[in-house]
Structure formats: structure tokens, C-alpha cells
């Protein structure tokens, strides 16, 4: 059971990393 909250955790974390990314990608085309 812990292992299926440890995933949850790696995969929302994943999920927040990638639309920063994606967050910081667009004010950069917002610059240009």
C-alpha cells in the first residue's frame, strides 16, 4: 500500500515539474 502512495506521490510531483515547464515555456513565448 505504501508503494501505491509513493507512486502517487512521484507521478504528481512529475505532473507539477511538467507544467512549470510548460508555464514558463509559454511566458517565453510571451516575451518573444
Known amino acids: 500500500m505504501a508503494n501505491v502512495l509513493y ?3 512521484d507521478i504528481s510531483s512529475f505532473c507539477s ?3 512549470m515547464l ?3 515555456f509559454s511566458d517565453l513565448s510571451w516575451v518573444y
Do not use: G, N, R
Open 17 to 19: 515539474s511538467l507544467i
Open 7 to 9: 507512486l502517487f506521490v
Open 22 to 24: 510548460f508555464l514558463f
